[in-house]
C-alpha cells in the first residue's frame, strides 16, 4: 500500500515518519505540509518525496496518515477519503461534531478504511488488558486519570502546538481516556457533571449504557511529579489497574499501520476507526458544553 503523510509537526517527525518508513508493508511516498520547507527536510530524511500540493500527493498514494491538528485533519480527510483514499488518522478525529461527522459520512460513502490512532489501543499491554476487561462482566465503576505536563517547564515539544493552547487537555488526552473506558463500560449515556481544576485541569463524570459510571481526570498542566495516565476499574471481577505500556509510540504506529491493512484487505471496520472516533468527539464536545456553562463569569 502506497502511504502519504500530511503534517510535518513533532509528532510527524517523532512517530508517524518513522513508523510509516519502518513498515514492511507500507509504501512510504510522500509528505505533504504547510509548510514546503519543514515538508522537505522531513521528505528528505526519510529519502521520499516532497509534494507542493494536496491534491499531487493524493494522486500518487492508496492511503494517507495525517498528523495535522484536528481542524485541518477533518477537512482534509474528507478531501482524501472523496479521493478514494483509506486514512489512518490521529486523535482527536475533529474538535465539533459536524466536522468529525463529515469524515465519517465521506469515509462511508466511499468505501475507504479509516483507523484513527488512540494510542493505548495500539500498544500490546494495553490493547490485551483492554479486550481481557471488556470481556469480563459487573463492572461497578471507572477512574481514568490523564495527567500530562506539556506546559510545564520541561520544554515538551508539544507546547507551542496552538489547538492544544486553545482546547487543552480535554481535545488532547480526553480521547486517550476515553478510549480506554469506552470499550470496558460500554457507551456513555451522558455526561453527568463537568468541573474545572487549575490551569487546563478538567473533571467529567460519565453515565454508561452498563449501569456503571465513571470519572475522568484530564490536564496539560499538571506538576512534571505528578504526570502520568492512571486507568482504575472496581466491580464484581475486583479491581485492576491498566498496565504500562513498554512500547514505543512507533511501535503503536506500525500496529495501527497493520489495522489500516487488513481494514482495507477484509473490508471489515476496525474498532478504531472514524465512527468510533466521531462518538468519542461527541463525548467531550458535550462535556465541552458543560464546562463552558460552568465557567465563572469574566473566566
Keep these: 500500500m502506497r502511504i502519504g503523510l500530511l503534517g ?140 500530562g505536563a506539556v506546559f510545564g517547564p520541561d520544554g515538551s515539544p508539544f507546547a507551542a502546538s496552538p489547538w492544544r493552547q486553545e482546547k487543552g487537555a480535554l481535545w488532547d488526552v480526553g480521547p486517550h481516556a476515553l478510549s480506554v473506558l469506552l470499550p470496558v463500560l460500554g457507551d456513555a449515556l451522558r455526561v453527568s457533571a463537568a468541573a474545572h481544576g487549575p490551569g487546563d485541569t478538567v473533571h467529567l463524570v460519565l453515565e454508561h449504557v452498563s449501569g456503571a459510571s465513571s470519572t475522568l481526570a484530564l490536564s496539560l498542566t499538571a506538576p512534571s511529579a505528578a504526570a502520568g495516565a492512571t486507568v482504575e476499574l472496581r466491580g464484581a471481577a475486583g479491581v485492576t489497574l491498566l498496565p504500562k505500556s513498554t512500547g514505543s509510540a512507533v511501535l503503536a504506529l506500525t500496529r495501527a499501520g497493520d489495522a489500516l491493512l487488513e481494514s482495507s484487505r477484509t473490508g471489515r471496520a476496525h474498532a478504531c476507526d472514524a465512527r468510533f472516533a466521531l462518538r468519542v468527539t461527541e463525548i467531550l464536545a458535550s462535556a465541552e458544553g458543560l464546562l463552558d456553562g460552568a465557567r465563572p463569569s469574566g473566566a
Design 8 to 147: 510535518t509537526g513533532p509528532w510527524a517527525r517523532m512517530a508517524y515518519a518513522p513508523a510509516l518508513g519502518g513498515h514492511g508493508a507500507l509504501d512510504f511516498t510522500g509528505v505533504w505540509g504547510r509548510r514546503r520547507a519543514a515538508a522537505k527536510e522531513l521528505a528528505d530524511s526519510h529519502g521520499v518525496r516532497a509534494y507542493d500540493e494536496v491534491d499531487a500527493l493524493l494522486d500518487d498514494v492508496d492511503a494517507v496518515a495525517v498528523a495535522l491538528p484536528p481542524a485541518v485533519q477533518a477537512d482534509l480527510a474528507v478531501r482524501a477519503a472523496r479521493a478514494g483514499r483509506h486514512l489512518l488518522l490521529d486523535k482527536p478525529l475533529a474538535t465539533t461534531v459536524a466536522e468529525g461527522r463529515a469524515v465519517v459520512e465521506a469515509v462511508e460513502e466511499t468505501g475507504v478504511a479509516s483507523v484513527v490512532f488512540f494510542t493505548a489501543r495500539f500498544q500490546p499491554e494495553t490493547d490485551a488488558w483492554i479486550a481481557e476487561q471488556a470481556a469480563a462482566e459487573g463492572w461497578f465503576t471507572g477512574r481514568a486519570e490523564w495527567l
